[in-house]
Each structure stands twice: as C-alpha cells, then as structure tokens.
C-alpha cells in the first residue's frame, strides 16, 4: 500500500513538468489499491446475498409446513387437528426462528453495509490524502525549476552584457597586448643570455 510518506519521498528526474511514466506509474498503483478496495466490498456484498438465500430457505421451510396443513385437512379431522396443533407449534417456532434469523442477518446486513462504507470511506480519504501531497510535490519541484531558470537567466544576461561591454573589451586588448610584450621581452632575454654563454664558452676554448 502506498503511502503519504512514499509519496513524498519519491524522486521525480528534473525536466519541463513531471515525468508521465513515473505518474503512469503512481497510478497504476492507486488503480491496484482500490481494485483491493471493489474486491473486499464485492465479497462482503456476496456475504449479504448468502444470508437472504438463508433466510428464503425457511420461506421455503414456512410455506412447505403450510402445503403440509392443507394436506392434512384432505385426510382427515382428527389428522387435520393433531397435524394443525403440530404444525401451529412448528410454524410459531418456525416463525420465531426465522424473525430472529431475519432481524439477526439484517443486522449482520446493516454492520457489513456499515463497515465496508467506513473502510471504503477512510481508503478514499487516505488516497486522496496522497493525491494531495503528490500534487503539492509536483508544483514544489515545477517551481523549483522556475525559480533556477529564472536564476540562471539572470547569471547569463548579467555576464553577456560584461562581455558587450566595450570597456571589456578595451581591457581586454591592452591585457592581451601586455602579455605579448612580456613573452617578447623573456624571449629577448633569454636570447641575450645564450649570447653571452656562447662568449664564454669562446673564451674558454681559446685560453685552453
């Protein structure tokens, strides 16, 4: 079962909106939840039906006993008062069992219809709940991204109007010009100093 806490917790890759796939994703997740949910309710919903077969099969039992005292009054007087005597007592305690079967499956009928109400209830609170969170992290991560692009706009434009800038520019050359009459100035040195080493290198020969 998913969860507020899971929600909240999943990583979406950064890009412009959400990524479909993941939401596909969490979908189809909440799709299985609430397929639990239809499942649970279907099953409580045969439940009730079992008992309404129950209580029809002593409908059936009381009108059987009926056909039976129709019967009886056929064959014969004294038949017709054992057999009605027998079947008042059968259909008063037949009766009497089936109005406490029938107000004991009502009431079993009314918890079950109450129950599955509460439970399918406090599910559709709960994913909705998560919906909620999930559609607050989705707009957190979108401004997010909006606050960055506008940042990194502003970085941009900021270092291209430096760069247009023709004080920039003019640093920029003398900066350049500088550097080359550095690497000329070493290079003069250095051809200098090999001038020198060369004169003394001569002057060693000739003294040996």
């Known amino acids: ?35 639990k949910i239809y499942k649970e309710n279907n099953e409580l919903k045969e439940k009730a039906t079992a008992q309404a077969e129950n209580l029809n099969h002593y409908r059936a ?10 019967l009886a009054e056929q064959t014969s007087k004294e038949t017709i008062e054992n057999a009605g005597k027998a079947a008042k007592n059968i259909e008063k305690e037949a009766r009497i069992k089936a109005e406490d079967m029938i107000q004991k499956a009502r009431q079993e009928a009314d918890q079950i219809r109450s129950s599955a109400k509460e439970d399918f209830e406090e599910e559709k609170n709960r994913h909705m ?21 506008a940042k990194m706009k502003q970085i941009i434009g900021a270092q291209m109007e430096i760069l247009d800038n023709p004080v920039y520019e003019l ?12 690497a000329k100035a070493d290079d003069m040195e ?6 020198e080493q060369e004169e003394e290198n001569g002057e060693c020969e000739g003294e040996s």
Do not use: Q, W
């Open 129 to 149: 709940a998560e919906m909620e969170n999930y559609k607050k992290l989705i707009h957190k991560l979108e401004s997010d991204y909006c606050s960055y692009k």
């Open 190 to 195: 250095v051809n200098e100093t090999e001038g």
């Open 171 to 182: 640093e920029f050359e003398v900066e350049a010009k500088e550097e080359a009459a550095a």
């Open 61 to 70: 039992i009381e009108e059987s006993l009926k056909k039976a005292l129709v």
């Open 1 to 35: 079962m998913i969860t507020p806490v899971e929600v909240l917790g999943k990583e979406l890759k950064r890009g412009f909106g959400y990524k479909a796939v993941e939401v596909d994703e969490f979908l189809e997740d909440l799709a299985k939840d609430y397929e």
